[in-house]
């Protein structure tokens, strides 16, 4: 099993990245938080991962932090849970934000993530509330967004547009909802990069 990978990061296209280690190009599927949490392409970097292997495939995922990749191994075992899905709620929501939300019993923040319906926010709920209770919460600061200082060129902006889309429907949000989502994260920050569409559509869309 791969537990951890440590390289040059040679793409990014959410959800997935690329990382070469020793010559070898490994893809990799990372939540949003993960991604927020990136360098530049062409730097160094460190990810811890989860390994799935499948009859058709041998599927790896990378977090930036290990919590967020113990938190992933917890949820992945709930009746229900698949990756994809476990990817997809650590995409809308924080660590410490999902682990606050079980210990309350707060259905309705679950609720709100894609993939995620009343029956499915019960479950995670009553299977995880004892393995979280010694949980330990990240320190990282809160990601702040900021506007751009002057606009990328139009063909750019274009394409940040299409990937943002293309990472949230990758995430299982509609279409619709996501190019929706993604135009009014355009006007609230002019020139933002994709991740930060990205971010700021998903807040838009869990908080309601």
Same mark, same amino acid.
């Given at each position: ?21 020793? +010559?070898?190009?490994?893809?990799? @599927? ?11 392409? %062409?730097?160094?970097? $460190? ?8 009859? @058709? ?17 917890? &949820? ?11 990817? $997809? ?56 967004? $900021? @506007?751009?200082? +002057? %606009? ?26 996501? $190019? ?21 559509? &998903? ?6």
């Amino acid at each position: 099993m791969i537990g951890r990978l440590k390289g040059e990061l040679l793409e990014k296209h959410p959800p997935q990245l690329v990382i070469e280690v020793n +010559g070898v190009g490994y893809e990799v @599927d990372a939540s949003m938080n993960t991604f927020y949490q990136l360098p530049e392409v %062409g730097r160094q970097i $460190t990810l811890f991962t989860h390994m799935v292997v499948r009859e @058709d495939a041998q599927l790896l995922y990378g977090f930036y932090e290990r919590t967020e990749r113990s938190l992933f191994r917890i &949820l992945i075992k709930v009746n229900g849970v698949g990756p994809k899905l476990a990817l $997809t709620i650590l995409s809308g929501i924080s660590v410490n934000e999902f682990v606050l939300s079980v210990q309350h019993q707060d259905t309705a923040a679950l609720v709100r993530l894609p993939g995620v319906g009343k029956k499915t926010a019960e479950r995670l709920i009553v299977e995880m509330q004892d393995k979280l209770k010694d949980f330990v919460f990240n320190d990282v600061d809160e990601f702040t967004l $900021t @506007d751009g200082l +002057g %606009g990328p060129a139009p063909a750019v902006q274009s394409d940040n547009r299409a990937e943002a889309e293309s990472a949230l429907v990758a995430l299982g949000y509609k279409p619709v909802q996501a $190019t929706k989502s993604i135009a009014q994260a355009e006007k609230l920050i002019p020139g933002a990069s994709c991740e930060e569409l990205i971010r700021a559509a &998903l807040k838009s869309m869990v908080q309601g």
